[in-house]
C-alpha cells in the first residue's frame, strides 16, 4: 500500500518592533534567517523593511509611534486593542517562536503572555533598564527565554541580576558598514555646495513630538549661527513623516536648507544638531561632533526627571563615557536648555575651535570601536534557529 507523508508544517515567527529603529534592526536577523530557512512564515508588528522580506504585519510603526507618557495614555484605548489583537492572533497562528525588538512597554507584556502560551521567547536589544524602571529586570526574568543585547557593559549588569545575556554586537555599526559614499567633493559638486563652506547637519527626529517641539528650536539656532559663520544646512527628513510637517516650519522660520539622506548628512557635516535617541549613536559611528537635543512636554519631563537615573541622556555620551559617568564626550541640552541662543552658542564653540572640534572627533571614534563584534544579524537568527 501506498503510503502518504503528511505536509510538513510551515514554521512560524512572530516579531514585534514598534518603531522605526526596531523595524531597522529587527530586518538583519529576519533577512538572515530567510537565507538559511526560506520557507518561514514571519507575522506581527513591524514597518518597511520587514514587509520587503515578506512579513505580515497585523500593525505598522507608523500607527506604533507613540512618545511620551501623556501620550501613551491618550493613546490607551488604541494600545488595549492592539494589544487584544496580538494576543489573539499568536493564540490563532501559535507561532513557534517570538522575537521582541526593544520597545519595551508592550513588548515585556507580550512577552509575559507568549511565556504563558509555551512560545519561546527571545528578546533583541535590551530594555534600558539600567537607565530607568530596574524593577522590570524581574518580569525579563520570568519571560524571556534569551536576551541578546547590544552594547557590552549590559552582561554585566544582567549577571549582577542573575540573568546570563548574550553580547551579540550593535546592528547600527553592521548597517553602517554596508553604506557607500561617493568623495566629498563629489557630494559637494552634486548638492551645488561651495567648497569653502561649513555644513552644519539638522537630524530634528523621526517623531511628530519631536519635529513639533525640537525643529523649531533648531531653525532659531540655524538662523543665529548663519549671522557668523558662512553656513549651509542639510536637513535629514525621516521618510515615515510628511513632508508638509517640515516645510511649515521651515517656511516659519525662513531658513534654507538641502535636503540629503541622514547617512550622506552624518558622512559629509562638520557638525550635526540632532534629537536624541539612535541618530546619536550613528553619529557616534560616523565620529562627527554633535549638539544632542531633547524636549519634550512639561509633564513628561516632569516624570522622566524623577525615573531616570542616569546623568547624561544621549546613547553616544553613555556608550563613549559610561554608564554612571557625569563626563560629556558630546553635549546635551535637555529641556528649557534646547533654546534657539543655547544652541547655537554650543555649536559655534565646536564650530570656531578646530581642538574642540578635533578632540571630540577622537573620542566618538574611540567609543566606535567598543561596539564593533561580528555580525548581529547572523547571531540573533542563528539563535532562532535554534528555535525554529
Not at 530567510?34 to 500593525?59: D, W
Not at 549577571?159 to 553602517?176: D, K, Q, S, T, Y
Request: aromatic share 8%; with cysteine.
Amino acid at each position: 500500500m501506498m503510503q502518504f507523508q503528511q505536509p510538513t508544517r510551515r514554521k512560524t515567527l512572530f516579531v514585534l518592533a514598534g518603531e522605526v529603529s526596531g523595524d531597522l534592526h529587527a530586518a538583519g536577523p529576519v533577512r538572515s534567517l530567510l537565507e538559511q530557512a526560506p520557507g518561514t512564515r514571519v507575522f506581527g508588528v513591524g514597518g518597511r523593511k520587514l514587509v520587503e522580506l515578506g512579513a505580515e504585519l497585523l500593525y505598522t510603526t507608523d500607527q506604533m509611534s507613540i512618545m511620551g507618557f501623556v501620550e501613551v495614555l491618550r493613546q490607551a484605548p488604541f494600545l488595549r486593542k492592539v494589544i487584544g489583537d496580538l494576543k489573539a492572533a499568536i493564540v490563532r497562528e501559535k507561532p513557534d517562536a517570538a522575537l521582541l525588538v526593544d520597545y519595551p512597554g508592550m513588548n515585556l507584556h507580550i512577552a509575559a503572555f507568549l511565556k504563558k502560551q509555551g512560545i519561546p521567547v527571545i528578546y533583541y536589544i535590551s530594555p534600558q533598564v539600567w537607565a530607568w524602571k530596574e524593577r522590570r529586570v524581574e518580569k525579563i526574568r520570568a519571560c524571556v527565554d534569551r536576551l541578546l543585547v547590544i552594547f557590552d557593559f549590559e552582561v554585566d549588569f544582567y549577571r549582577r541580576h542573575g540573568i546570563e545575556a548574550e553580547f551579540v554586537g550593535n546592528p547600527v555599526v553592521e548597517e553602517l558598514a554596508e553604506l557607500k559614499f561617493a568623495p566629498k567633493p563629489e557630494f559637494l559638486a552634486r548638492m551645488g555646495i561651495d567648497p569653502a563652506a561649513r555644513i552644519v547637519g539638522l537630524l530634528p527626529g523621526s517623531r511628530r513630538q519631536e519635529i513639533e517641539k525640537i525643529f523649531p528650536e533648531m531653525l532659531g539656532a540655524a538662523k543665529r549661527i548663519r549671522e557668523q559663520v558662512d553656513i549651509v544646512f542639510l536637513l535629514g527628513r525621516s521618510s515615515h513623516l510628511a513632508p508638509s510637517l517640515y516645510d511649515r516650519h521651515l517656511s516659519e522660520a525662513g531658513v534654507e536648507t538641502l535636503d540629503c539622506s541622514s547617512y550622506e548628512l552624518m558622512q559629509y557635516s562638520d557638525l550635526l544638531l540632532v534629537t536624541s535617541g539612535t541618530a546619536t549613536l550613528e553619529s557616534l559611528c560616523f565620529a562627527v561632533p554633535m549638539v544632542v537635543l531633547y524636549k519634550t512636554s512639561p509633564l513628561n519631563y516632569f516624570i522622566g526627571k524623577r525615573l531616570v537615573k542616569l546623568h547624561n541622556i544621549a546613547l553616544a555620551n553613555i556608550v563613549a563615557c559610561g554608564l554612571l559617568s557625569e563626563k560629556q564626550a558630546v553635549p546635551e541640552l535637555i529641556q528649557h536648555e534646547a533654546n534657539a541662543d543655547a544652541i547655537s552658542r554650543k555649536a559655534l564653540e565646536i564650530l570656531c575651535d578646530d581642538a574642540v572640534s578635533s578632540s571630540m572627533r577622537r573620542e566618538l571614534q574611540e567609543a566606535c570601536a567598543r561596539l564593533s563584534s561580528d555580525s548581529p544579524s547572523r547571531h540573533v537568527a542563528a539563535v532562532l534557529l535554534e528555535y525554529l
